[in-house]
C-alpha cells in the first residue's frame, strides 16, 4: 500500500511539474511526433520545424529576404497551417528606439550579446529554454566554452545560421532585426540579407481539448466508488 501511494504520489509530482515546452498536434494520435511547441514563458506557440520554408518546398534552402521572410508567413495563414490563422515572425523590443548603438554593442539590454530575454522572444528561446550561451561572457570576454547552438531542443530544422524577427531598424528602415543562432547575437541588418524565419503564434493556439467539468467529477465519482467497495469488502 505504501509503495502504491509513492508512485502515486510521484505521478502527481510529474503531471504538475513545471516545463517550459508542451507538444501540441501530433501527427500520429497519442504520439510524440509534435508538430508544434506551447512555449509557457513567452504564452507564444513555436512550429516545430525552424524551416518550414524549405520543408514546405516554400524556398530552396529556407534562406529569403525580410520581405520574403514575410510573405512566407502570409502563405501560412492564407494557407490556415495546421487549421489556424495568426502565424508570424517572432517578435523583440527596441529599448528606447534606438536601433543598435555602437557604444553598446557587443553587449546592451536589447542588442549584441546576452541581452535580456525580455526583449526578444528567439533571446529568450536561446538562452533561458534551450540554455544555449553566447560567444562572449557577460564580462565582454571570449569565448565562452560550449558558445553557440549546442542544443535544439525538440524542434527540427533549427540550423546555427541567422533568423529574422518581425521587427525593422526604425533608426534604419532599410535594416530589420534577427537572432543570431550561431553566437547568442541580435542586431539589425540589411533586410535584402538571406536569413531564416521561424513561424509562431500568440497563445497556446493547439492546447488540447479538456475534458468538461462534470465529465471529470463523474469519472472521479467512479473512481471513487470503487475504491469505497474494494475497501468495504470483507476479507
Keep these: 500500500?505504501?509503495?502504491?501511494?509513492?508512485?502515486?504520489?510521484?505521478?502527481?509530482?510529474?503531471?504538475?511539474?513545471?516545463?517550459?515546452?508542451?507538444?501540441?498536434?501530433?501527427?500520429?494520435?497519442?504520439?510524440?511526433?509534435?508538430q508544434a511547441y506551447y512555449d509557457d514563458t513567452l504564452g507564444i506557440t513555436w512550429l516545430?520545424?525552424?524551416?518550414?520554408?524549405?520543408?514546405?518546398?516554400?524556398?530552396?534552402?529556407?534562406?529569403?529576404?525580410?520581405?520574403?521572410?514575410?510573405?512566407?508567413?502570409?502563405?501560412?495563414?492564407?494557407?490556415?497551417?495546421?487549421?489556424?490563422?495568426?502565424?508570424?515572425?517572432?517578435?523583440?523590443?527596441?529599448?528606447?528606439?534606438?536601433?543598435?548603438?555602437?557604444?553598446?554593442?557587443?553587449?546592451?539590454?536589447d542588442c549584441g550579446y546576452n541581452t535580456d530575454p525580455a526583449y526578444g522572444e528567439m533571446t529568450s528561446m536561446f538562452y533561458d529554454t534551450l540554455g544555449n550561451v553566447a560567444f562572449f561572457y557577460p564580462d565582454g570576454n571570449a569565448p565562452q566554452p560550449g558558445w553557440g547552438l549546442q542544443n535544439t531542443g525538440p524542434f527540427s530544422g533549427l540550423v546555427s545560421s541567422l533568423y529574422w524577427y518581425a521587427q525593422e531598424d526604425v533608426t534604419n528602415t532599410n535594416e530589420a532585426w534577427y537572432f543570431g543562432m550561431p553566437s547568442g547575437a541580435q542586431r539589425p541588418r540589411e533586410k535584402d540579407s538571406l536569413h531564416y524565419a521561424w513561424a509562431v503564434i500568440d497563445g497556446d493556439a493547439l492546447s488540447p481539448v479538456p475534458?468538461?467539468?462534470?465529465?471529470?467529477?463523474?469519472?472521479?465519482?467512479?473512481?471513487?466508488?470503487?475504491?469505497?467497495?474494494?475497501?468495504?469488502?470483507?476479507?
Design 48 to 109: 516545430a520545424d525552424a524551416n518550414y520554408a524549405a520543408t514546405s518546398g516554400y524556398s530552396a534552402d529556407g534562406k529569403m529576404t525580410w520581405g520574403e521572410s514575410l510573405n512566407f508567413i502570409g502563405t501560412l495563414n492564407t494557407g490556415a497551417l495546421l487549421g489556424l490563422t495568426g502565424w508570424r515572425l517572432p517578435n523583440m523590443v527596441d529599448v528606447g528606439g534606438d536601433g543598435c548603438p555602437e557604444e553598446v554593442s557587443p553587449h546592451g539590454v
Design 1 to 34: 500500500m505504501t509503495r502504491t501511494l509513492f508512485s502515486l504520489a510521484l505521478c502527481i509530482l510529474s503531471a504538475t511539474s513545471h516545463a517550459a515546452l508542451f507538444g501540441r498536434a501530433p501527427i500520429t494520435p497519442g504520439g510524440e511526433d509534435f
Design 211 to 235: 475534458v468538461p467539468g462534470a465529465l471529470w467529477l463523474f469519472f472521479s465519482a467512479l473512481g471513487l466508488l470503487g475504491c469505497l467497495r474494494r475497501f468495504s469488502t470483507p476479507r
